[in-house]
C-alpha cells in the first residue's frame, strides 16, 4: 500500500501546482476619477466590488459556454470618459463614467451587469474577431436570460 501512496501524492502536488499556477488576474483603473461619473463609479461601485464582480463572472461564463480550459489572462477595467456603455477590445473592458453619471437607477446593479456582459465577450471565441455582431450579441444577450 505504501508503494502506491508516493506515486499517489506526487500526482496530487503535480496537478496542484499545474493548476495554481494558471490564474486570471484582474486589475481596475478609474481614468476618470475626477469627473462625477468616475467619482459616482468610486463611491457607487469600487475597484474591489469590480474585481469581485470580474471573478463571478470568470467563474460564471466558461461554464456556461462549456469551456474547459479558462488561460492564464490579466484583464483590465479602465473606467474613462467615452461615449456609449461600454465595450471590450481583447482583455480589457472600457466602462464609460459619462454612462455612470447619466444612469438613473442603481449604479451598482448596473455595473455588475454591464461587468458580466462584457466579461462574456473576453471569454466568448469570436472566429478569432470574423463572427457577425449580431451572432455575438444575441450569444450574450440568450445568456443574460439565463
Not at 24 to 46: C, E, P, R
Not at 118 to 145: I, K
Request: hydrophobic share 40%; net charge negative.
Amino acid at each position: 500500500m505504501a508503494e502506491y501512496l508516493k506515486p499517489l501524492l506526487c500526482l496530487v502536488l503535480t496537478l496542484a501546482a499545474v493548476y495554481g499556477c494558471m490564474a486570471v488576474d484582474y486589475a481596475v483603473s478609474n481614468n476618470a476619477g475626477s469627473s462625477i461619473g468616475g467619482k459616482l463609479f468610486d463611491k457607487q461601485v469600487g475597484a474591489d466590488y469590480a474585481m469581485q464582480t470580474l471573478g463571478s463572472a470568470t467563474d460564471f461564463t466558461p461554464r456556461l459556454f462549456q469551456q474547459n480550459n479558462v488561460a492564464d489572462r490579466k484583464i483590465n477595467v479602465v473606467v474613462e470618459n467615452i461615449d456609449g456603455v461600454a465595450h471590450c477590445s481583447n482583455n480589457e473592458i472600457h466602462t464609460s463614467a459619462t454612462y455612470v453619471d447619466r444612469y438613473p437607477g442603481d449604479v451598482k446593479k448596473e455595473i455588475t451587469g454591464i461587468l458580466h456582459h462584457e466579461m462574456a465577450h473576453v471569454w466568448q471565441w469570436d472566429g478569432n474577431g470574423q463572427a457577425p455582431l449580431g451572432l455575438t450579441e444575441g450569444r450574450l444577450v440568450s445568456a443574460e436570460a439565463w
